[in-house]
Structures are given as structure tokens and as C-alpha cells.
T-cell receptor, first 113, second 114 residues
């Protein structure tokens, strides 16, 4: 079983829609959760970073963590064509290091004008 | 520089040849990471350098893979005797003292082994 599971999509939505992206995980020790956005032929860029459970909002983006269900979500409100990218979740039990950071496979999102 | 840079951006090589991929991290970032991203796969950790500590090589898939970081800055990932399954995007990232929240990625090197 993979540490992190993410539906690869692809996901297509009309402009203005609310997008929900999700990941599940198996390791209950994970407490740092990240969402990255990766445009085509670019490296991932950090979008949201949360610690433990709860919600975090940044503009049109909301990250939600449910540790009891081992489930995290990223919501995008009023989606724009510029949001078209691959979204990767990542999580870790520690704040530092590298071999303890686990990534999902990414969900490819297309927002249609 | 303004961000993490990598070269070359694309590399096509023949099976059995050696390749070198270069990463120039953000100035002042003490930690440097190499990842591999294959189609349909998540980012696969390869190797991690943090300051003057011994590198964490636990992610290297075989002894054909090696990496160096000279002077605490530029890093080179070397793949010897390349195989077709080595074809992937190789991503470099750097961060402040290994703090994951401060990790910035380069654009990657797309390697194709024929």
C-alpha cells in the first residue's frame, strides 16, 4: 500500500466552478501537509502548508486536513483557466528532512474558459 | 540567482552512456534535494544534502546513481551506464536548513534514454 494515494484524474471543470482535490494516507504519524501546484514543464511550487488538523485559507484556496479519516483536501473557489495544472499533495511526520516527505502522484486539472 | 536552476533542461542519450545533471540552488539555502518524477508516479526521493552533514543517499535506486555537492552550493547528479528505465524528469530543490516548508524546486531536467 502506498503511503499517499491521490486520484490522478484528469479533472476538467468549467471556469468559475469549485474544485475539490483529495488525498488519503495510511501513516497516522503524518502531521505536516502540503499542496503543490505544478505547471507543465515546470517544477512544483508550494501552494499551501498546514500543520495537524483543521482548515487553512489563502485567497481562493482552502486546505483541509482530517486526521481522524487520514484525508486531506484542497478546494479552489471560482476556478480560473490559470489554475490548470497538476496538483500534488505531500505529507510528512517531521518538519525537516527529505526521505520522510511523501508525495501523491498528482491530479491533473483543466479549467475550461 | 532568483530561483533554483537546472541544466540541461532536456537530455537525450543512448543506453549505456553516462549523464551529468546540474543543479544550482538558491543562494543561502543549506539543504539540497534530488527527486525523480516519472509519468504517473509521484516524486521519488533520491538524495539529500544538508550543510556539512553526510548526504542521505537512501533513495538512490542503484549504484549507477551518485551525486556530489561542491562547496555547499552547486550539485551534480551522475547516472552511469544509463538504462531506458532511467528516463524521467529529474528535479532539484533547495531549502533553508532542510525545512520542508521552505523547499523550492527547479524546472527539472527531462532525460530520455534511447
Amino acid at each position: 500500500q502506498k503511503e499517499v494515494e491521490q486520484d490522478p484524474g484528469p479533472l476538467s471543470v468549467p471556469e468559475g466552478a469549485i474544485v475539490s482535490l483529495n488525498c488519503t494516507y495510511s501513516n497516522s504519524a503524518f502531521q505536516y501537509f502540503m499542496w503543490y501546484r505544478q505547471y507543465s514543464r515546470k517544477g512544483p511550487e508550494l501552494l499551501m502548508y498546514t500543520y495537524s488538523s483543521g482548515n487553512k485559507e489563502d485567497g481562493r484556496f482552502t486546505a483541509q486536513v482530517d486526521k481522524s479519516s487520514k484525508y486531506i483536501s484542497l478546494f479552489i473557489r471560482d476556478s480560473q483557466p490559470s489554475d490548470s495544472a497538476t496538483y500534488l499533495c505531500a505529507m510528512s511526520a517531521k518538519q525537516t528532512g527529505a526521505n520522510n516527505l511523501f508525495f501523491g502522484t498528482g491530479t491533473r486539472l483543466t479549467v475550461i474558459p | 540567482g532568483a530561483g533554483v536552476s537546472q541544466s540541461p533542461s532536456n537530455k537525450v542519450t543512448e543506453k549505456g552512456k553516462d549523464v551529468e545533471l546540474r543543479c544550482d540552488p538558491i543562494s543561502g539555502h543549506t539543504a539540497l534535494y534530488w527527486y525523480r518524477q516519472s509519468l504517473g508516479q509521484g516524486l521519488e526521493f533520491l538524495i539529500y544534502f544538508q550543510g556539512n552533514s553526510a548526504p542521505d543517499k537512501s533513495g538512490l535506486p542503484s549504484d549507477r546513481f551518485s551525486a556530489e555537492r561542491t562547496g555547499g552550493s552547486v550539485s551534480t547528479l551522475t547516472i552511469q551506464r544509463t538504462q531506458q528505465e532511467d528516463s524521467a524528469v529529474y528535479l532539484c530543490a533547495s531549502s533553508i536548513a532542510g525545512v520542508q516548508e521552505t523547499q523550492y524546486f527547479g524546472p527539472g531536467t527531462r532525460l530520455l534514454v534511447l
